[in-house]
């Protein structure tokens, strides 16, 4: 896909404002990164200063004795130069390796301790929980070099709001942090790792091979909040830079941050300014399971295509009443569905299983997550990939484990995969005929370790050296269309 030549006239597109839409204008700064250190290094030169005696006269020798002399010299200083630099060199390896053997003999140790404490917490024990959760907090930090000291420690703290929360009986789901809080962790994640990325190419394909030939089409983003217009600022050109011109699009944005929203419509209206574009953004404070939300979607019209889609998390409960919010997107009888949802496995098709079943299954997964997020920056104190681990990474890993059981949505079953309950609720997944998987693969980085796997349904995984983490699929509605109210 290319964009639009550079001779477009820079003209005034259409703009729609309605009672319930906000632009607000905003910008956005990247974190800088660290510098390296450079380390100088200086060579010492020394000096020996001395009064000239008679005992320090040269001495007379014969020229063929100096030169054999000489030699003997030369041959004693390399026989001490090679045996003093093998014994260096090896001295150096070994401490190298007994370096290295600690760390490892540390990080098994932590692990173990990480298991016992999930073991004991799974039955109850919490006083031994609390002993072995004294002791790791004592072993790991969120600022250490090393990606499983990192991993350990925001496991350790998640795992200690778990055992408070349990010795004062209260297990209710984990207060929504700021939003603008999470935008910002999320786009430093965007920027570290590559599966935000990857992810957008793979649904935005979708999206635009529902969209081929139409006229009228409306994207309902089913939370805006992570990373706010990051998506659509990619889509926009390439909607407008397609045969027969762009169309006339309209965003309607959900997200409980309603200053997020207003940065998204101002980013997205600026944009389409720009690409000479009829556009309309529609920013709705609230959940997609909220009772009242389909109150103020716009209506659809006549001849429009929509396209629902929708970044699954665990930072906060972005959906509400899960119920709701598959009848939302079963109402929008959209064309196409793109879902990204982490692989993760939640223990039962109910999505709060036993404590110690998501231990191990989030065990498994953030630690790929960590490993390459310390592949991709491996600095010790790189800015970005701490706000990144602490503000999106951290917050997942507490509302895993910290809140448990069905108290999570106040006694309501949560979907462990909503790819389950698509395909529950009249929906089969969409053909990848633009090969969606080849696409993302070639714009995958090269020789770190990510990898992209292609199912025969056409779901697209996001891997760390073979292991999935997160799946991107997409989904239309089979059964016939429902009457709208």
Known sequence: MTGRGSNMQDSLGLMQFHDHQYLYSSSSSNLPLQQPLLYHHHQFVEAREGCTGEDDAPEFVEPAAAAARAMELRACKEVYSEGG?????????????????????????MISLLME?????????????????????????PYAASCGER???????????????????VAAPLAQPPCAAINAAFRALYNVAPFARLAYLACNQTILEAFHGKRLVHIVDLDVVPGGALQWLSL???????????????????GMSASVLHDTGNQLAGLARKLCMSFEFYAVAKRPGDADAVAD?????????????WLRHSMYDAAGVDGAAMRLVRWLEPKVVTLVEPERAHGDAGGH????????????????????????????????????????????????????????????????????????????HAAAGGGRAQLVAGACPAGLGYTVADDADGTVRLGWKGTPLYAVSAWTLCTPPHTRA
């Open 353 to 428: 299983g036993r404590f110690l079943d998501r231990f191990v299954s989030a065990l498994h997964h953030y630690s790929a997550v960590f490993d390459a997020l310390g592949a991709s920056r491996p600095a010790g104190e790189d800015a970005s990939r701490h706000l990144a681990e602490h503000g999106v990474l951290g917050r997942e890993i507490a509302n895993v484990l910290a809140v448990g059981g069905p108290a999570r949505s106040n006694g309501r079953e949560r979907p462990g995969s909503w790819q389950s309950e698509l395909a529950l609720h009249g929906f089969m």
């Open 151 to 169: 991993l350990v420690a925001y496991f350790v703290r998640a795992m200690t709001a778990r055992l408070v929360g349990s010795w004062v009986g």
């Open 297 to 309: 979607v716009p209506g659809r019209r006549p001849g429009e295509v929509v396209a629902v889609h």
């Open 117 to 141: 404490c999930a073991a004991a917490m799974s039955v109850g024990n919490l006083a031994d929980a609390n002993g072995t959760l004294l002791e790791l907090s004592q072993m790991a930090s």
């Open 236 to 254: 926009l050109p390439a909607l407008a830079a397609r045969p027969g011109g762009p169309p006339v699009i309209r965003v309607t944005g959900f």
């Open 85 to 109: 630099g093998a014994v260096e060199e090896r001295t150096a390896m070994a401490g190298a390796e007994q370096v290295v053997e600690e760390e490892e003999a540390h990080g098994v140790r």
